[in-house]
């Protein structure tokens, strides 16, 4: 797992880009992005487009539908999971609700988290995980979907390693990673969900977000 982490702070590095000024501090955005040449003003000019995250459908622990448009005008931090996990995902969790206690009375910022044995984690299970955690209300949604498209979303747009393993206790693998994404649904940070120290930062970091300006980035 550590290995895995590691790897994928590697890739992540070439494809951060960060930007500051002397006033106010702002997030790197990271993911894939392509140079597209726009014509403004009769002038061909080159633009930014950087990844975002795609358009999903998922159940949360209320059974209520959840989509990419649940989310609009949100900044919101995704995580993988299940809830039999014997490994990671409780430390992960006992840490993401001090982001939870920090922002669940914040109107414009969420929780998502993906289970990846949706066979296992029906509606019910992730209400009774819900409850022994002490989440309610909903700025904490526990998503249960299709299992290729949790793991397409996983891999290929959060770029979380996620995947069934039967040869690992509780059968499954995946990243401890905590994914901040900004309300334009681009990647602004990622964080090691199972240490403390990189749970502070995120928290940290999307007031960063929450108070940030127009960057003068593409949008």
């Known amino acids: 797992?550590?290995?895995?982490?590691g790897l994928a702070l590697i890739a992540l590095a070439f494809t951060a880009c960060k930007f500051n000024n002397a006033d106010k501090p702002k997030l790197p955005i990271m993911g894939n992005r392509d140079a597209v040449t726009k014509t403004i003003n009769g002038k061909e000019v080159v633009d930014t487009v950087y990844q975002t995250i795609p358009d999903f459908k998922f159940v949360n622990q209320y059974g209520d539908t959840i989509t990419q448009k649940s989310l609009k005008g949100d900044i919101y931090v995704a995580d993988f999971f299940f809830t039999t996990c014997p490994s990671?995902?409780?430390?992960?969790?006992?840490?993401?609700?001090?982001?939870?206690?920090?922002?669940k009375n914040m109107p414009d910022f969420k929780i998502i988290s993906h289970t990846i044995d949706p066979k296992h984690d029906s509606?019910?299970?992730?209400?009774?995980?819900?409850?022994?955690?002490?989440?309610?209300?909903?700025?904490?949604?526990?998503?249960q979907g299709n299992k290729e498209q949790t793991y397409d979303?996983?891999?290929?747009?959060?770029l979380v390693a996620v995947k069934q393993d039967d040869g690992t206790p509780g059968g499954y693998v995946h990243q401890g990673?905590?994914?901040?994404?900004?309300?334009?649904?681009?990647?602004?940070?990622?964080?090691?969900?199972?240490?403390?120290?990189?749970?502070?930062?995120?928290?940290?970091?999307?007031?960063?977000?929450?108070?940030?300006?127009?960057?003068?980035?593409a949008q």
């Not at 502070?200 to 108070?211: M, S, Y």
Request: glycine share 6%; aromatic share 12%; charged share 30%.
């Open 1 to 5: 797992m550590k290995k895995l982490i």
């Open 88 to 103: 990671i995902c409780p430390i992960m969790h006992r840490n993401m609700l001090n982001v939870y206690k920090e922002f």
């Open 123 to 143: 509606v019910a299970v992730m209400k009774k995980y819900a409850d022994k955690l002490g989440i309610s209300g909903n700025s904490w949604w526990l998503l």
């Open 153 to 158: 979303l996983g891999q290929k747009s959060y």
């Open 177 to 217: 990673w905590f994914v901040l994404v900004d309300k334009q649904k681009r990647i602004r940070g990622y964080y090691d969900g199972t240490d403390e120290k990189q749970v502070a930062k995120l928290i940290e970091d999307i007031k960063i977000l929450r108070t940030e300006v127009n960057t003068g980035i």
